[in-house]
């Protein structure tokens, strides 16, 4: 199975959650430990294993905060 690399512009993330609703193998949550530029925890890879580079993530941000590339 293909894999996925995510890459996170975490400054631009306003925590909305829509990529996490979405990932449809719960790869993304927010990091609780981080707090960005605008205030928000940001998205990040709670289980980067799981991910199959399917992209719905980085299609559903709408601040483009999310880059998928496939191994």
């Known amino acids: 199975m293909a894999r996925g690399i995510l890459t996170f512009h975490m400054d ?40 199959t580079g399917c992209g719905t993530c980085a299609l559903m941000c709408p601040d483009l905060v999310i880059e998928v590339e496939r191994e």
């Open 12 to 51: 631009r993330c306003k925590a909305c959650e829509l990529c996490v609703h979405f990932c449809p193998k719960g790869t993304l949550g927010l990091d609780k430990k981080i707090i960005n530029a605008l205030g928000y925890h940001p998205v990040t890879a709670v289980d980067p294993e799981s991910c």
